[in-house]
């Protein structure tokens, strides 16, 4: 399968401590994704890599991407309790599709 | 902001009903998709649609589902003769470029069959 997986499944931190989680693929890939989905409702989009970018930044949120490895991971800095929700990223590979990983629930407690 | 809507938020249903999914996509988004989430679960991709046809499906969308754009805003998923196993929260998305470009999300409709 191509589809990316979340490492850890879970993470739990308090308010102010930095977040890490990483996906793993094992296809090649035209860019990761990674969203963000509040319990119940639909994903949001937080930010894209392309396959020749290896670091992206956005607010709190720094992204990485090791093409060699066929890894992501996903830095939040200074989490707080609001950034509580289940992550994912996604691949999107030439066969059209934009494919999720299992997630990985963060649980930030105040 | 714009947003994908998508109605209704839950559909309940008995085991061999047919039931219509409805999405409003963002109106100047050209790509539509449908994918679904059975609980505590991860996101499965269903069907990508783009210039009234079929882009792309997963071996999930067989021939018990179907898709469509009737006019310029709904973009809908028909679900002909429903299992238990259908029973999950399905989201719509659309994005305003192909190509894996980022996607923007529904609230989801939540199906249960009974």
């Known amino acids: 399968s191509q589809q990316g997986e979340e490492d850890p499944q879970a993470l739990s931190i308090q308010e102010g401590e930095n977040a890490t989680m990483n996906c793993s693929y094992k296809t090649s890939i035209n860019n990761l994704q990674w969203y963000r989905q509040n319990s119940g409702r639909g994903l949001v989009h937080l930010i894209l890599i392309r396959s020749n970018e290896r670091e992206k930044h956005s607010g709190r949120l720094r992204v990485t991407l090791d093409t060699s490895k066929k890894s992501s991971s996903l830095l939040i800095t200074a989490s707080r309790a609001a950034d509580t929700a289940s992550y994912f990223c996604a691949v999107y590979n030439q066969g059209g599709k934009l494919i999720f990983g299992q997630g990985t629930e963060l649980s930030v407690k105040p | 902001e714009p947003e994908v809507t998508q109605t209704p938020s839950h559909q309940v249903t008995q085991m061999g009903q047919e039931v219509i999914l409805r999405c409003v996509p963002i109106s100047n988004h050209l790509y539509f998709y449908w994918y679904r989430q059975i609980l505590g679960q991860k996101v499965e991709f269903l069907v990508s649609?783009?210039?009234?046809?079929?882009?792309?499906k997963s071996e999930i969308f067989d021939d018990q589902f179907s898709v469509e754009r009737p006019d310029g805003s709904n973009f809908t998923l028909k679900i002909r003769s429903t299992k238990l196993e259908d029973s999950a929260m399905y989201f719509c998305a659309s994005s305003l470029q192909g190509g894996g470009e980022k996607l923007f999300f529904g609230s989801g409709t939540q199906l249960s069959v009974l």
């Open positions: 649609f783009y210039n009234n046809e079929i882009s792309e």
